[in-house]
């Protein structure tokens, strides 16, 4: 690791020493982080993986019955069953933080257009297992929803894991050596200077010496 490109001075020790007490501080600090956003990181995906094994299996399960349904009806009656909408959904994103990370909260408002919570057409022109069908894939749409709440937090909690992974490694592996190696070479340095000088000294205080014996 090379050292820095600094004068080898006791101002710049002193400067050296107070960024390794930082640095020392914000890699705790990140690694503690890091491992608390693994913990929730890990905790999510658990959950990502039950909710849409339920959701895959109850859309699967609701398709093959709507389809099969289906088949007993006229495709153009089967049609014009679904042509008029009648619901309406407004979504609301808020935003909240998990270690500072902004992830979304997704809420929904259901509009039902009329009096009737289904679709307009009559009972006489379908047949039970549409109806069923129809209302389990009404009633996946709340999981769909927290599913993709949790998704999209998987993601953006992943992004921030591996921003603080990449710190955390400059800072252990990089930026703290640096500056240990950087004092380590000013200190001594400066204790060379320091001996340089005592050495300096009492030979100069031998040559006084000898200067006033000879006199």
Avoid at 2 to 12: D, H, S, W
Avoid at 14 to 27: D, E, I, P
Avoid at 60 to 73: I, N, P, R, T, Y
Avoid at 205 to 213: A, L, P, V
């Amino acid at each position: 690791m090379a050292k820095l490109n600094v004068k080898p001075t006791r101002m710049e020790l002193r400067r050296l020493k107070s960024q390794l007490v930082t640095a020392t501080s914000g890699h705790k600090l990140l690694k503690d982080k890091q491992d608390e956003l693994m913990r929730q990181f890990i905790k999510l995906i658990r959950q990502n993986n039950e909710l849409r094994e339920k959701v895959e299996n109850s859309l699967v399960g609701s398709m093959q019955d709507f389809v099969l349904a289906k088949s007993l009806e006229n495709d153009q009656m089967v049609q014009g069953l679904f042509a008029v909408p009648t619901k309406e959904i407004s979504l609301r994103i808020r935003i909240d933080s998990i270690m500072s990370v902004r992830v979304p909260k997704m809420h929904t408002d259901v509009y039902e257009h009329g009096q009737t919570d289904r679709a307009y057409y009559s009972y006489l022109n379908s047949n039970s297992g549409m109806d069923e069908a129809i209302d389990e894939i009404s009633a996946s749409l709340d999981d769909l929803l927290t599913l993709a709440e949790i998704e999209k937090t998987c993601q953006l909690m992943a992004d921030e894991i591996e921003k603080t992974r990449r710190r955390v490694n400059s800072l252990e592996f990089r930026t703290i050596p640096q500056l240990e190696e950087t004092i380590y070479f000013i200190e001594m340095k400066l204790e060379e200077t320091e001996r340089a000088n005592v050495t300096r000294m009492m030979k100069v205080k031998d040559m006084d010496k000898d200067n006033d014996e000879e006199d």
